[in-house]
């Protein structure tokens, strides 16, 4: 933070050099404009990454067939990585947290989203796209009102309305603290839960693009606006903006599996018999 | 930190944009996405994993049920083919002490055959013999008893004459056989 600040004091004084701001997330619309389909780099970037995605598991899919067209049961280099993928979500996520049975009722959903978000964070330090598409709030509310409703929905159908009951008057606590567990419960249940999944992903990608913008664009003033001395800062900077690279890939999987891991274990925990 | 940035970047005096208020085309485009991925993976996807997966599965079972079988198979056959040796060693076994103990029994036979057949030799040849001799003692008597009668009733006709006659006569008689001998 300090050497944010001194940045901007920098920046104050010489006027050379522009710390990032919020507009980065808004960047020109620049296509139907006005429209509910107003498109920006962002939203075509969400385009581009679908389109990864839809050409990367259709290739996967069409060589998962030719196995079972040709009886093959042993895979090759690019399946065996399509099946650690998706075994992934499917055994270490869903199956782990919901049992076989569970697990395979809600895995295209969790599927959806792990993925999903994988791939809209990883932009973050993709050349050329260089934001992570995940960094502007529609897509990370989208994501945890599907998660919020996809709990309410598991719980419902298996407890009826006794799942509201049984979250809200969790058994086995005396029937005066209910005054001052419901509320907490309603709280962090009904409230917290799909806020605090949306804001954990959303911040950190935001945090995470400032941070990358921050190094390089400060290395770009080091190197070619400062004079002397400051240049060699921009080395500093430089490694910085490579260090904190490798740490969005890792924040990038983490956060992914992080929302995927959490969705899951609300349907569980919507599921379980006892509150 | 992030509202810190926040403000520093506000404080450009711009009309900014709050980061937790969607725009609709934003939440539009994230539902699209969503929705497109999820039908995606729902309905193609992770079918078509689960199907490869079973059949996967289904291929290793079949293939150790099958190896299992020809497992069997074989342990059968090397038990039959164990069974059939030892069979067919005691049966040879058995020929051979059968054989033995046939040609132990020929064996026998010839010589308890041979023996009769040189007993039977033998008894042939005593009886011969034994004929021969009586029919040699039956002709020597008969012709010894004429012998003697001659000789006594020449002795008796010459021992009236000499002596010397008499001796003559016998010497004759002697000589006489011995050439009726030769």
């Known amino acids: ?275 | 930190m992030i509202s810190r940035i926040l403000a520093a970047a506000a404080a450009e005096g711009e009309a900014l944009p709050n980061p937790l208020i969607p725009a609709v085309y934003d939440i539009v485009w994230s539902s699209v996405v969503f929705v497109v991925l999820l039908t995606f993976f729902w309905f193609k996807v992770l079918p078509g994993f689960k199907k490869m997966l079973d059949e996967r599965a289904k291929a290793i079972e079949g293939r150790l049920a099958e190896a299992e079988a020809a497992q069997r198979s074989a342990e059968e056959r090397t038990a039959f083919i164990e069974a059939e040796q030892a069979k067919l060693r005691s049966e040879s076994s058995s020929i051979r002490e059968e054989a033995r103990s046939e040609g132990a029994a020929i064996l026998a036979e010839m010589k308890a055959q041979a023996a009769a057949e040189a007993e039977r030799l033998q008894q042939t040849v005593k009886n011969s013999l034994e004929a021969e001799r009586e029919v040699a003692q039956r002709v020597l008597r008969a012709e010894i008893g004429e012998l003697a009668i001659e000789l006594a009733s020449r002795i008796v006709g010459q021992k009236l004459q000499e002596d010397a006659v008499a001796n003559k006569v016998v010497d004759d008689f002697i000589s006489e056989l011995e050439g009726k001998r030769a």
């Open chain 1, 1 to 275: 933070m300090k050497l944010f600040s001194a940045l901007t004091l920098f920046a104050a004084e010489e006027g050379g050099f522009h710390p990032p701001s919020i507009m980065e997330f808004y960047p020109e619309i620049v296509a139907f404009e006005g429209t509910p389909f107003a498109i920006n780099r962002i939203m075509m970037i969400r385009l581009i990454v679908l389109a990864v995605l839809l050409v990367l598991f259709y290739f996967w899919t069409r060589s998962f067939k030719k196995a079972v067209r040709t009886g093959n049961v042993v895979p090759g280099r690019f399946q065996l990585l399509g099946e650690m993928a998706l075994n992934f979500v499917r055994k270490s996520i869903a199956h782990d947290q919901l049992g076989e049975k569970d697990g395979e009722r809600f895995l295209p959903l969790l599927t959806t989203i792990f993925f999903m978000v994988l791939g809209m964070n990883i932009t973050g330090i993709i050349p050329f796209a260089n934001i992570a598409a995940s960094s502007v709030v529609g897509l990370p509310m989208v994501l945890a009102a599907v998660a919020y409703v996809t709990f309410i929905y598991a719980g419902m159908r298996k407890h009826g309305v006794k799942f509201f009951s049984n979250a809200l008057f969790p058994a086995g606590v005396p029937k005066p603290f209910y005054a001052l567990v419901t509320p907490i419960e309603f709280l962090s249940t009904f409230i917290l839960r799909p806020v605090t999944l949306a804001l954990r992903l959303l911040m950190n990608m935001i945090a995470g693009h400032l941070l990358l913008v921050l190094c390089f664009s400060a290395t770009h003033f080091f190197f070619f606006q400062a004079d002397g001395f400051f240049k060699l800062f921009g080395a500093g900077t430089l490694l910085f903006g490579f260090a904190f690279t490798v740490f969005e890939i890792l924040v990038s999987v983490l956060q992914a599996y992080v929302f995927t891991l959490l969705t899951t274990v609300y349907i569980q925990l919507a599921l379980a018999d006892e509150h």
